[in-house]
């Protein structure tokens, strides 16, 4: 699955960040140019480094990524049909105990729709801290692969966890701007065109 936004780095300096098909076509661009550093291509949600096949035109490109209709034209997509619109139900196995299952089987609905209703009320009430936690994830990801060689590398990873950003940005003084700025940008969970998903921040 292709990430919704990601950034992308030659050497140090970014060159492209946004939506993933855009980032993709920059990227091709900027190798067209005959750009000699190495390009880094990295996701926004998890900090992974992405993979792009280049090969062919845009429309090619913007096809395996999975948005090729974002070079058509709205009004020739055929209209969505009457009715609910699918759910994605996803059937896996789920081991429980004998008391667990009785429970859930005495539950308005039966057992699958209390397990929905479970995760979804979980989710709700773990969402903020899940967010943070995965924003940090992001940025260490990001800064191993970056900057794992630059000065107080360890301090700085110390610093993201701590929380403690006024640490962070005396310990990264020395980074490569755009790198240490991507890592703070990452932590505080921004997105890829600069916006911030609320209750990330650290």
Known sequence: MMPKTCTAFAGFK??????TGQTALAVK?????GEA??????????GAAVDFDLRGSPRDILARLGISDS????EDQPPRGPGRPRLGVVSREVTLLPRHW?????????????????VEAARKTLAESDRVRLAREAAYRFMSAMAGNEPGFEEAVRALYAPD???FDEV????P??????????????????????????
């Open 165 to 167: 950003m006024p640490r």
């Open 102 to 118: 009785e429970w859930l089987n005495t539950q308005p609905g039966g057992a699958s729709v209390a397990l929905r209703k479970l």
């Open 37 to 46: 550093s190495t390009i880094l291509v990295f996701d926004d949600d998890t």
């Open 71 to 74: 070079l058509e034209d709205p």
């Open 14 to 19: 970014r060159i492209a960040s946004g939506p």
């Open 177 to 202: 701007p755009e790198v240490r700025d991507h890592a703070k940008r990452l932590a505080a969970g921004q997105t890829g065109d600069g916006k911030q998903d609320p209750g990330s921040a650290i």
């Open 29 to 33: 661009a900027a190798l067209e140019r």
């Open 172 to 175: 990264t003084t020395s980074w």
